[in-house]
């Protein structure tokens, strides 16, 4: 029994729902396009350093990182309003064609400004594919079913997250593979994984049609990039420009300004609005949102910061790195399946923010102790207790967000609370290098005028055999032109990889201190973020998905319709609304529909 597409006219006649087989296939296509989104930033991650050296172009690393971030986090809202006006199946396809073309163009960038470009174009991709799977799960499946099987998403994510790394520092560190530099393949082997996405959400996903006749808010959406582009364009390039400097205080004006018009926009347009202002009536909604920024902002920095730690600090290559990271996922897979199956047998999930959160707070808290020659085993338990909380936390506040809206609005309300969980992480990537590089200079000054450090590096110099090594020409050279110190990570770091542990340990440490600052404002985001989780309120989860609902109302609304064309009969005006209302008892929490 297939979904047919339905026309706008069949009001009497729902259309049946999905069989079990159907949502199955459905599912199966929906982790492909996910795997796809999710690996396309882990597998940047470690093979970020080789790329930026062979490009010339370290301290530009940060522009092909935030590129991708801001281009997706901008799109992410249109894909969801659009999806809602024109169904979700086109969208998704453009979604992943832009994806793909983004992915081949990155494979022929010659330089680090290409690069950030066309990742860029990759961003407008991946801003459908990071928020449609989750609003498409919302059409077909009840709250509580969403939560078992978003569970196994994020395992998706995990397993992506772990695959993403490996692949990256493998490619990475080849040297050529098919005449190309091994690193081009990061960006090419997306091409499989895209077709095989385009041909079974293509052939599988068949939801019922919208016809409706509205307004498209492309005011909101230019007032949304007016708006928050600058403002992340500042928080990157505030270190070198200056936080008062001409350049940041017209980005401050215009962003602000951008803001407001954007708000006053979106309140006239109503529902058409890009993000309806009425979602945030419910306290449940506004709250989820406002800890997935920050969320975002925990998960980008740790996510972000830590290859750089393990290959700069710890030596590893990208491959070693990309190992590394796997007590991250681990516990993100651990927490994610394990929270998603109580929440989907409780329909409870209130207490999985607090405790994410709590959890995460400790991982930063090992992270702010470390030391450049503390052992691995402590990052790699900051990571496992990162990792744990994240898992607990991504689904548990899509699902809130999603339980507190109208099914009507469910595509914005999803990719409304990816949205702004994007931004936080957009801001937190952008915060965290912003805020390394520009302690780099000093924190590296500093460390070479440590007292132990200067006695080794001393001793290391009058060694023959250190002089005579070219291995370590590079340092030497930075050590008879001391005003190079603070500058010397900015375009090429290889050269710690081989050198003389002695000649290297100032540079190590160096960077290790410089790290600390994002970690710390990370650490004080997440604690935040723990004091407001504790004044979370969570309505029991709704029994039936969006689609079921639609088509409930859809059936009651035509036989209020016939009942009142019946010959003598009286029945009372229909109401235009679509959907139920789930309206908030503020007094007991729970969630209340009106018919």
């Excluded at 980008?300 to 030596?315: E, K, R, S, T, Y």
């Excluded at 209020?560 to 007991?588: K, N, Q, W």
Aim: hydrophobic share 50%.
């Amino acid at each position: 029994m297939s979904q047919r597409e339905s026309r706008s006219g069949d009001a009497a006649a729902p259309a049946p729902l999905m069989t079990q087989r159907q949502i199955t296939l459905v599912l199966i296509g929906l982790m492909i396009a996910m795997f796809l989104s999710s690996i396309s930033q882990t597998v940047v991650g470690t093979s970020m350093r080789t790329i930026a050296d062979d490009l010339q172009g370290l301290e530009l690393q940060v522009w092909v990182v935030t590129a991708f971030l801001i281009v997706s986090t901008i799109v992410t809202p249109i894909y969801g309003k659009l999806s809602d006006i024109f169904g979700r199946r086109p969208l998704f396809l453009i979604a992943i064609v832009l994806f793909l073309v983004g992915s081949v163009a990155c494979s022929f960038a010659q330089d680090m400004v290409q690069l950030a470009a066309f990742r860029a174009i990759q961003g407008l991709g991946a801003g459908g594919l990071m928020s449609l799977p989750m609003t498409i799960m919302a059409d077909v499946l009840s709250p509580r079913e969403r939560a078992k099987y978003q569970g196994y998403f994020l395992a998706v994510f995990g397993v992506s997250s772990i695959l993403g790394p490996l692949i990256g520092g493998l490619l990475a560190g080849t040297d050529q593979i098919l005449f190309l530099e091994g690193w081009r393949w990061v960006f090419l082997f997306n091409l499989p994984i895209g077709v095989a996405a385009v041909w079974m959400v293509f052939r599988y996903l068949h939801l019922p049609a919208h016809h409706e006749r509205v307004r498209i808010d492309w005011w909101g959406a230019a007032l949304l990039v007016v708006g928050v582009v600058p403002l992340l364009l500042v928080a990157e390039q505030g270190r070198e420009w200056g936080w008062g400097s001409t350049a940041a205080l017209a980005c401050y004006v215009v962003g602000a300004i951008g803001i407001v018009l954007f708000l006053v926009v979106e309140s006239r347009m109503g529902d058409a609005a890009l993000i309806p202002l009425h979602l945030f009536r419910s306290s449940t909604f506004s709250m989820a949102t406002l800890l997935g920024v920050f969320t975002g902002f925990g998960m980008f920095a740790a996510m972000m910061m830590i290859p750089f730690v393990l290959q700069i600090v710890h030596g590893m290559n990208p491959t070693e790195a990309g190992l590394a990271t796997l007590p991250m996922i681990l516990g993100l897979m651990i927490a994610s399946i394990g929270s998603g199956q109580i929440i989907g047998r409780t329909g409870r999930y209130r207490l999985f923010p607090v405790v994410g959160l709590g959890i995460m707070a400790i991982g930063y808290g090992v992270l702010v102790t470390l030391q450049f020659d503390s052992p691995l085993w402590m990052l790699l338990i900051a990571q496992f207790c990162i990792g744990l909380g994240l898992g607990q936390l991504m689904q548990t506040l899509t699902i809130a967000s999603q339980n507190a809206v109208q099914p009507k609005d469910m595509g914005v309300a999803t990719s409304a609370s990816t949205f702004f969980r994007q931004l936080g992480g957009t801001t937190g990537v952008a915060v965290a290098f912003s805020l390394l590089y520009s302690r780099l200079p000093e924190t590296l000054e500093d460390a070479f005028g440590r007292q132990d450090l200067r006695a080794d590096l001393a001793a290391a110099t009058q060694d023959p055999a250190v002089l005579a090594n070219p291995d370590n020409e590079r340092i030497l050279d930075v050590l008879a032109n001391p005003q190079q110190i603070g500058t010397a990570l900015n375009s090429d770091s290889s050269f710690l990889n081989t050198a003389d542990p002695r000649l290297a340990a100032p540079f190590l440490d160096g960077f290790n201190t410089a790290t600390l600052e994002p970690f710390w404002v990370a650490l004080a985001v997440v604690v935040l973020a723990f004091l407001l989780a504790i004044f979370f309120k969570a309505p029991p989860l709704r029994q039936k998905s969006a689609m079921e609902e639609a088509l409930d109302e859809r059936a009651r609304v035509a036989q209020l319709e016939a009942d009142a064309s019946a010959p003598g009969s009286y029945a009372p005006p229909v109401t235009t609304a679509s959907t139920p209302v789930i309206r908030e008892d503020a007094r007991s929490g729970t969630a209340d529909r009106e018919s």
